[in-house]
């Protein structure tokens, strides 16, 4: 297990990734805002705090690797394609859409992306699309994120084995933030997710920082070993900074300052103000642009495919 060291001080961004990591703070912020306002219906949960992870893989992985995501899809999502006008359509059930509104937040398919609010579901379907990768398209590798929480879901160590026995190009993201929907990870997980995947002989790594640099970096050599059939855990110890879905946080307020006193939104402002200040507003201008303009479109209609 090796662990990368938070540095004091973030590492400037390329202005492609700051830009991608402020779109999906933005984007998520406005939906809060509308789903407040009444503009929209069901459930979403927000990635607030855990952008940086998407953000940093995006560009470790490759157009032929799949993606398999969770509930917690938004930053997941526009990381692969930057398509805020197609999700916002899809969240709102505006033509455009790019499922034709009928998956929502949660449930999104597009190219070699899907999203599942099933906890532990994608596990042993990425595990099998991994294998079919390794027969026909070597090289190539599925990523699955998953939280701290669906580690309680036995499908993920139904998963694990495979992988491990067949040498699988399976790539597990674990966005650890310490909770899942209301429950501590120390009131629900025996053991660590470290421990468990030393259990099947699957390499772990630890990730802290939210340095999307360092990462990169820190990452780079791991998933190309993936790529050769050698599975792979990356944890990152990470935040939540909104509820779990809207409105019903009911953790501490300590704990919720511990969780802002890691958000890389502010790190980053207080490390890179110029930098920072030249693309937040600009980024934020976008999203109430596409917010507005998706709004005014028609309904979608379900056509019979995703985009
Ligand atoms: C099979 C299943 N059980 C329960 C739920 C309800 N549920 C949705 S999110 C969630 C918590 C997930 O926690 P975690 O895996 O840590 O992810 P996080 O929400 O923290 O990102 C639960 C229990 C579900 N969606 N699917
Ligand atoms: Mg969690």
Not at 32 to 55: K, S
Not at 68 to 92: K, Q, T, V
Not at 245 to 254: C, L, M, N, V
């Amino acid at each position: 297990m090796t662990e990368i060291l938070d540095g004091l001080r973030l590492s400037r961004l390329a202005d492609d990734d700051l830009e991608l990591l402020l779109l999906v703070r933005h984007f998520e912020l406005k939906l809060l805002e509308l789903y407040g306002r009444g503009d929209l219906n069901g459930t979403t949960h927000t990635c607030l705090g855990q952008e940086y992870v998407p953000v940093a893989l995006r560009s470790l992985l490759g157009p032929a690797d799949h993606v398999f995501s969770n509930h917690r899809g938004h930053g997941h999502y526009l990381s692969r394609f930057r398509d805020p006008h197609g999700l916002l359509a899809e969240i709102m059930g505006r033509e455009g859409a790019v499922c034709g509104g009928v998956g929502g937040s949660q449930h999104i398919h597009r190219d070699r992306y899907m999203s599942t609010g099933v906890q532990g579901e994608s596990m042993p379907v990425a595990a099998g699309v991994a294998l079919h990768l390794k027969r026909s398209e070597p090289g190539t590798l599925a990523c699955v994120h998953i939280g701290d929480g669906t580690w309680g879901e036995g499908a993920v160590y139904e998963a694990l084995n495979l992988a491990a026995l067949w040498r699988l190009p399976l790539l597990v993201v674990v966005e650890n933030n310490g909770i899942a929907q209301s429950t501590p990870t120390a009131s629900q997980m025996a053991g660590t997710v470290a421990g468990r995947a030393a259990a099947f002989g699957i390499t772990h790594r630890l990730v802290v920082s939210t340095d999307v640099n360092e990462i990169r970096l820190s990452l780079e050599r791991e998933i190309a070993r993936v790529r050769e059939g050698q599975p792979l855990v990356v944890e990152f110890v990470t935040h939540r900074l909104g509820p779990h879905s809207k409105g019903d946080d009911i953790r501490p307020a300590d704990v919720v300052q511990a969780a802002r006193e890691n958000d890389w939104y502010a790190r980053y402002a207080h490390d890179h103000p110029e930098h920072f200040h030249r693309l937040d507003g600009v980024v934020k201008a976008e999203v109430e642009a596409v917010a507005d303009e998706v709004a005014a479109r028609p309904l979608s209609r379900w056509e019979g495919s995703c985009v």
